[in-house]
């Protein structure tokens, strides 16, 4: 069975009117994608895309079926389980939703570099990692093939629309905000994420993965210090060493050292323990 389109990290598989989504070990940073794998990622990043998305049901989505034994039984596939989804055929809005709450990533260069995140200027003096007083909503245009382009919001408005702009940006707000609160509780905090969202039938649903370390920026509220990049639970691993050995960010890719590979298992692992014991409680509940 071979998919229909491989990405970065995913494998897609298209049924005509669904697809079945297969998160797949393998790694990217700065958009490229490393030979070793990460063994068990795909299972895990999946798994805590699911538990987001049962957490956050109200909120219209394109899952159509989590449980391998329910697929079209041509593809109930063993290499699928735990890893895979069948979903919606949605037609993509070719933006990136990305919402912030500290300043870090690409968000902390670009205001270094201009005083503006996102083409909004900004206090002058703050550092890295610095709490906003409020999260911002910053979109970015998707580049399936390298790096997606930031954009002002003006800009994401006159391409998709008022109505639509202002439904995609309270939806990412509002999702921010509750998922920012529950993880507090843990003494997680959530940096950054970023969601995506398609249409079908005229609707508009929530799509692709929701809140994975792959997608956001989990920090460590224990080791939380403004100037430094706090303990991350996510691919922020990869990216630190990568810039530590000076790496250009062009193929070909350095060796990924077999402690790194480790301490990248043993971090999304310890997240989704901690998210499973805090959104399953929730869940149960109700």
């Not at 079908?200 to 929701?210: C, K, P, V």
């Amino acid at each position: 069975m071979k998919p229909t389109y491989i990405g970065k990290v995913r494998d897609v598989y298209d049924l005509g009117d669904k697809l079945i989504l297969c998160s797949t070990d393998r790694i990217s940073a700065f958009d490229v994608v490393f030979p070793e794998t990460i063994p068990e990622k795909g299972k895990i990043l999946n798994q805590i895309s699911n538990l987001w998305f049962k957490y956050f049901q109200a909120v219209p989505n394109h899952i159509l079926e989590t449980n391998l034994e329910k697929f079209p039984q041509e593809y109930q596939l063993e290499e699928f389980r735990d890893r895979a989804v069948l979903v919606k055929k949605c037609k993509r809005i070719d933006f990136e939703c990305v919402v912030r709450g500290y300043l870090s990533g690409s968000a902390y260069k670009e205001y270094k570099a201009t005083g503006q995140i996102a083409g909004v200027t900004y206090p002058s003096r703050l550092e890295e990692s610095s709490s906003l007083v409020e999260p911002i909503f910053t979109p970015a245009i998707k580049n399936d093939m390298g790096h997606d382009v930031n954009v002002s919001e003006d800009f994401m408005k006159d391409k998709v629309g008022i109505e639509v702009f202002q439904k995609l940006k309270d939806t990412s707000l509002y999702l921010y905000l509750e998922a920012k609160k529950k993880l507090e509780s843990i003494g997680i905090l959530l940096c950054d994420t970023k969601f995506e969202f398609g249409i079908y039938n005229g609707e508009i649903l929530l799509i692709d993965e929701l809140l994975t370390p792959d997608s956001s920026r989990y920090w460590d509220k224990n080791s939380y210090k403004i100037g430094s990049t706090p303990a991350s639970y996510d691919k922020q691993i990869l990216r630190n060493y990568l810039e530590s050995i000076s790496w250009n960010k062009t193929p070909p890719t350095p060796p990924l050292p077999n402690w790194l590979i480790q301490k990248l298992i043993d971090k999304y692992k310890e997240l989704q323990r901690n998210l499973e014991k805090c959104l399953l409680e929730k869940l149960t509940s109700h």
